[in-house]
Structures are given as C-alpha cells and as structure tokens.
C-alpha cells in the first residue's frame, strides 16, 4: 500500500534526523498536524508535499512512495 510506505519512510526519515513533527513542518511549509496526519495514514499528501518532503530529505519521490528501495 503506497500510502503505508510513504507514512512509514516519511517517519522513519524524520527521525533518523533526530527532528520532530513541528520541526518538519516548519522546514517544509506545513503544520505540525498535517505532519501528523501523514505519518497516520489519516491524510493522502498531495504531489507538492511529496516533493517538497523528498526534497527535504534528499531522497526521490520513488522512494517515498515505495516505487524505488534506493534512497537517492
């Protein structure tokens, strides 16, 4: 399921940044409960969070959303 391994990868990107949601959220332009809500599967993140978070991140948007195992 695509959305369990974007909620999954974007939590476990987070962090092994040692950051937390709102921390995110103010680097990316969200909030701390949009953050939340992604990381709950309770919210589908549009294509420009996708990118801008794989940005963040330095990682691809196939990674994200599970289409690739390979973080860069």
Known sequence: MVEEIFANRLKTLRTEKSMTQEELAQQIGLTQRKISKLEKLQLMPSP?????????FEVSADYMLGLSNDNI
Request: proline share 0%; no cysteine.
């Open 48 to 56: 420009e969070i996708i990118a801008n978070i794989a940005k963040f």
